[in-house]
């Protein structure tokens, strides 16, 4: 298995707060991605990231920012947590962007009450 | 926008049978396509990717793809139990920086 370790793997938190997740990588490869699973809309890009401190919006990136200061961390920030943002949150990584071979980590559960 | 259709399912299939798992594609210029699968409560993982019309096989998975009618599909012979699983169609552009997937198709093998 790819080296992803994802945290927290669950959280609960309340309307308005902010909230980081985490994706660490031990793989050392150039791409990490964002995605986030929900019922009927399948998995969709947030934010993605070709290297350190280059990254990019994804389809539904509004109310997402993310931060690369490191080739294997990839953190994922909610500035302000929403109902809506209650979802599965999946990282990804990928040592060349043209294969589109995705390797992903569990996946973080986070419920925004 | 780029759309990625893929039938919610459940499809259900006996033991033995062959599974066929279908997906249709909005955008013309999509170049690669990926099939993904995805057990309940775990993360995807790739299974096969195709870049040319016609068939590619790999043991007892066959992708099949027709860019002129924008459609590719999964076949899975002799099905196992252990296929039950959420199939999830993507499809690149160019750099497949932004891969997108469809909603995944639920397949349940019977014993």
């Known amino acids: 298995d790819a080296g992803i370790t994802q945290s927290p793997r669950h959280k609960v938190t309340e309307t308005g707060t902010p909230v980081t997740l985490r994706c660490h990588q031990t793989?050392?490869?150039?791409?990490m991605y964002w995605y986030r699973q929900d019922p009927g809309h399948g998995l969709r890009l947030i934010h993605y990231s070709y290297g350190v401190k280059d990254t990019d919006k994804g389809e539904v990136s509004d109310g997402y920012s993310v931060s690369r200061s490191k080739t294997e961390d990839f953190l994922l920030t909610l500035e302000s947590a929403t109902s809506s943002q209650t979802s599965v949150y999946f990282c990804?990584?990928?040592?060349?962007?043209?294969?589109?071979?995705?390797?992903f980590g569990e996946g973080s559960r986070l419920t925004v009450l | 926008q780029k759309e990625v259709e893929q039938n919610s399912g459940p499809l259900s299939v006996p033991e033995g049978a062959i599974a066929s798992l279908n997906c249709t594609y909005s955008d013309r210029g999509s170049q690669s396509f990926f099939w993904y699968r995805q057990y309940s409560g775990k993360s995807p993982e790739l299974i096969m990717f195709?870049?040319?019309?016609g068939d590619k096989e790999d043991g007892r998975f066959t992708a099949q793809l027709n860019k002129a009618s924008q459609y590719v599909s999964l076949l899975i012979r002799d099905s196992q139990p252990s296929d039950s699983a959420t199939y999830l169609c993507a499809v690149g552009v160019g750099s497949n920086y932004k891969l997108t997937f469809g909603k995944g198709t639920l397949l349940t093998v019977n014993p």
């Open positions: 793989e050392n490869h150039r791409y």
């Open positions: 990804a990584i990928s040592e060349d962007a043209n294969t589109g071979e995705l390797f």
């Open positions: 195709i870049y040319s019309n």
